[in-house]
């Protein structure tokens, strides 16, 4: 995979990223890396578990902050899987810079690579069901577009970004509003230019949304005989497929495909973003091993 097919979040979200990051490590300055020569060095990057490699962006704003002559040498791209032991970069700038900057630049590619890595199982395990694997809102404070980028890295697709992107009517929305019915008119009329989706709680209330219309159905914590039959009823004469199903809640790698092959059209897993397994790197000055 090329790294151009994953475009990142504008640069001066980077940017933002990689300074809150900086600023909370280093502070007034690095106590330790004044101890240092301020000399030309390399360093290289190691890879220390199999994942799905992401936020090399993040890594480089990382280093290119403190030293904007490191120059990077990469040996993998973005999206590309990646076998432990592998060395994924080689780096070269001053020492004290390296240094200074690993621990945040490390920090940005483990979260990064494992939503990304977590990401490309659940789309291997739907793989061939037209199912598509889509992230919540489930994420780390001040990570957002960060983790939903490294969601696209591992081939999911991305929910609404926050709650100005979407509407999406719950319970709580449903009921201020007197109806579904009624929840999905005032949104019309409010922000007609927004996609509309709707959760809904029982079979009722799917034909209700599928009547009144909007973007997508949310069927959340359906059983499979209830989740199977709002599929028929969904892909059935008047509505004929024409609204996408979503499930979410209670998902995992163990139901995900059973889930995907009951028909839906999306599986949102909060997971993806939230119960992160972060990946092991270390950056290493030197040279790395021979061989």
């Known amino acids: 995979m090329s790294a151009g097919r994953f475009a990142p979040p ?72 990646v076998a432990r032991g592998s060395v994924i970069a080689i780096l070269q700038g001053r020492n004290r810079a390296l240094v200074s900057a690993e621990r945040a630049s490390l920090n940005f590619l483990q979260t990064l690579s494992g939503t990304a890595t977590a990401t490309a199982r659940y789309v291997a395990a ?58 999905v008119e005032r949104a019309r009329a409010l922000h007609p230019r927004l996609p509309l989706i709707v959760e809904v709680e029982t079979l009722a209330q799917l034909r209700e949304a599928l009547d009144a219309g909007c973007t997508r159905i949310l069927i959340d914590d359906f059983d499979p ?6 599929v028929r009823i969904a892909r059935s004469a008047p509505h004929d497929g ?33 119960h992160l397994h972060a990946i092991d790197f270390s950056l290493k000055l030197g040279p790395p091993p021979a061989a």
């Not at 004044?34 to 390399?42: F, T, V």
């Not at 577009?145 to 979407?166: M, P």
């Not at 005989?225 to 709002?230: G, I, L, S, V, W």
């Open 10 to 81: 504008p640069a001066e979200v980077v940017a933002a990223d990689v300074a809150a990051a900086l600023a909370e490590d280093i502070g007034s300055g690095d106590a330790t890396a004044g101890l240092l020569e301020d000399a030309p060095d390399s360093a290289y990057l190691l890879c220390k578990e199999d994942c799905v490699l992401a936020g090399r962006a993040w890594f480089e704003a990382c280093h290119r902050a403190l030293d904007p002559g490191v120059r990077f040498d990469w040996c993998c791209e973005e999206g590309d899987h």
């Open 126 to 183: 739907v793989r061939g069901t037209g199912a598509t694997i889509l992230d919540t809102r489930k994420t780390i404070p001040g990570l957002r577009q960060a983790q939903k980028y490294a969601v696209r890295v591992g081939g999911g697709s991305n929910h609404r970004i926050g709650l100005f992107d979407a509407v999406m009517l719950k319970e709580n929305h449903i009921r201020a509003a007197g109806s579904l019915t009624a929840a």
């Open 225 to 230: 005989d209830t989740r199977r039959e709002a």
């Open 242 to 274: 024409r609204i996408p199903l979503e499930v979410s809640g209670g998902v995992d790698l163990a139901s995900v495909r059973g889930i995907a092959e009951d028909g839906v059209d999306c599986i949102s897993i909060g997971g993806l973003t939230k």
